[in-house]
């Protein structure tokens, strides 16, 4: 029996790390190719920085398409992260708090985009933009309004399962000690649900910065293209390791957001513990109604 066990948990480990090497390989390739001196992305040629900043045209913090593309995305990432999280948050705790048959519904209607493939929805919005609202343009705005409509199903799923977690109880809690609906959300629920909030901005973050589909329907051109735009277009026009620095690029980018996401909930845990703070919260709601 142990020794059957154990056979299972090698194979286990097994499968994970191999698992894990073939994600990672191919884009430690790209990841090294980027600082291929030639322009060849197979034959290595020697270490240069010339796609990242060396080369005078074509690296891609000198290049202005490409340093406009690496712009958008970031501003298009965190305007969506601002618009959607506090929506997203709205719509968690009010679906939640429906009751009755159309609570199923309602859950289902709000995580429709989940399972909803990209080219549908992307197709769908610059139907909705070009034919029906009109007064919106492509370009950021319209992108924007794309991210926010297919990420909020995000944020919403996963801060209702924090709220699913933590049940009525704590609210409740506050109220019988004289605590206002408001000052039980504000003081209670809203800190207790603050990793659940960091984890949906880093899958937000993550979604919007490298998506491709929604982003590519409702751009209005070179003005509005982001990094992911401009690495199909490298692809199309020839490519050089300058796609590789821009892949790799937007790699690190995500991974610094993640890791920021991790150590950010590793200090909120420190600080407050899993129930965030629930002792010092309930305190602050009866000196406010001392």
């Keep these: 029996m142990a020794h059957a066990t154990n056979h299972r948990n090698l194979s286990l480990k ?9 994600s990672l ?6 990841v090294i190719y980027s600082f291929n001196d030639g322009r060849s992305r197979t034959v290595w ?4 920085l010339r796609w990242w900043i060396t080369d005078p045209y074509a690296s891609i913090f000198r290049n202005d398409e490409t340093r406009n593309a690496i712009s958008n995305s970031l501003v298009l990432a965190f305007a969506t992260i601002l618009v959607v999280t506090p929506l997203g948050i709205a719509l968690a705790i009010g679906s939640q708090r429906i009751r009755g048959r ?8 709000t995580s429709t985009p989940l399972i909803t493939p990209e080219i549908v929805v992307g197709a769908a919005l610059l139907l909705t933009f070009t034919r029906l609202f009109t007064a919106v343009p492509l370009g950021f705005v319209a992108q924007l309004l794309g991210n926010v409509t297919f990420s909020l199903a995000s944020v919403v799923v996963i801060v209702r399962a924090r709220l699913v977690s933590i049940g009525a109880s704590f609210e409740e809690a506050a109220r019988d000690l004289g605590a206002t609906r408001w000052q039980a959300l504000r003081f209670v629920l809203l800190p207790m649900l603050w990793p659940s909030v960091m984890a949906s901005l880093v899958v937000v973050f993550a979604t919007v910065i490298d998506d491709f589909v929604i982003t590519s329907f409702l751009s209005a051109g070179v003005s509005s293209e982001t990094v992911p735009l401009r690495i199909y277009s490298s692809v199309r026009g020839g ?3 300058a796609l590789n620095a821009l892949a790799t690029l937007l790699v690190l980018t995500s991974f610094a957001v993640l890791i920021i996401g991790l150590f950010g909930l590793s ?11 629930l002792r010092a919260a309930l305190a602050d709601v009866t000196q406010i109604n001392s």
């Excluded at 097994?14 to 073939?22: A, T």
């Excluded at 390989?25 to 790209?30: E, F, G, R, S, T």
């Excluded at 040629?45 to 240069?48: A, C, I, L, M, T």
């Design 239 to 241: 490519a050089t390791p």
């Design 267 to 277: 200090t909120w845990r420190k600080r407050h513990g899993e129930r965030g703070g």
């Design 102 to 109: 159309s609570a199923n519904f309602v859950q289902g209607l």
């Design 25 to 30: 390989v191919p884009v430690l390739i790209a």
């Design 45 to 48: 040629q020697g270490f240069s």
């Design 14 to 22: 097994f499968l994970i790390w191999g698992y894990i090497i073939w």
